[in-house]
């Protein structure tokens, strides 16, 4: 059974920094395609960032371009997502995610998201 659970969330002050973490158990991410969605109230859930696992190479929504950083730690099974420069509007719950066939591929696991909030 895959199980993915995200945290490091918390209440920051615009501009100011978090990282979260995404660990899972029953499956080894390095396989998959791993992505950070969020969802904000009153919003549809959107793609923050994700990383291939054939190519290495990451994505990120133009919304956060150049402030966060997605990084992927095989050794302790675990995806990190940096956060800098956080605007009020980073306020939601984020979510990690795993695509087994690819980033292209329907996400099939899913975290319990971990809630963040910018505000002053």
């Known amino acids: 059974q895959v199980q993915l659970v995200e945290s490091g969330g918390g209440l920051v002050q615009p501009g100011g920094s978090l990282r979260l973490s995404c660990s899972a158990s029953?499956?080894?991410?390095?396989?998959?395609?791993v992505g950070w969605f969020r969802q904000a109230p009153g919003k549809e859930r959107e793609g923050v960032s994700w990383?291939?696992?054939?190519?290495?190479?990451?994505y990120y929504a133009d919304s956060v371009k150049g402030r966060f950083t997605i990084a992927r730690d095989n050794a302790k099974n675990m995806v990190y997502l940096e956060m800098s420069s956080l605007k009020s509007e980073d306020t939601a719950v984020y979510y990690c995610?795993?695509?087994?066939?690819?980033?292209?591929?329907?996400?099939?696991?899913w975290g319990q998201g971990t809630q963040v909030t910018v505000q002053g």
């Open positions: 995610a795993v695509a087994h066939r690819g980033c292209r591929a329907r996400f099939e696991y």
């Open positions: 029953g499956y080894t991410l390095s396989y998959g395609c």
């Open positions: 990383i291939s696992s054939k190519t290495g190479i990451s």
